[in-house]
């Protein structure tokens, strides 16, 4: 196995969020690891709760998507007690509406 520079690191999940005046893009990488075996290349680490907040996922996918999933389920439960959710929003997210 090669030998890192100073400064590489060379395990992990690359997510970032950058701000701007109209909002804030996030990205992630899109491969999930076994160990050092790449074991999916196209798999979606920014996951929608709303139309407007996403989770950035690291770590065990199942573990990840465990958390995800009872996250959304409070924010929908949060936001019907509130009346100001629309649960089709985030049932029909779609990618393709990521920029």
């Known amino acids: 196995m090669p030998q890192l520079k100073k400064g590489e690191v060379d395990l992990g999940t690359s997510i970032m969020a950058v701000k701007f005046d109209g909002g804030v893009v996030v990205g992630a990488d899109s491969r999930t690891s076994t160990g050092i075996y790449v074991a999916n290349r196209v798999s979606d ?8 907040i996403f989770c950035c996922r690291s770590g065990s996918a199942a573990d990840t998507q465990a958390v995800t999933d009872m996250v959304r389920l409070q924010l929908e439960q949060h936001a019907i007690e509130l009346s100001e959710f629309s649960l089709h929003t985030v049932n029909d997210w779609s990618s393709t509406n990521i920029v």
């Open 45 to 52: 680490k920014l996951t929608p709760l709303h139309d407007r």
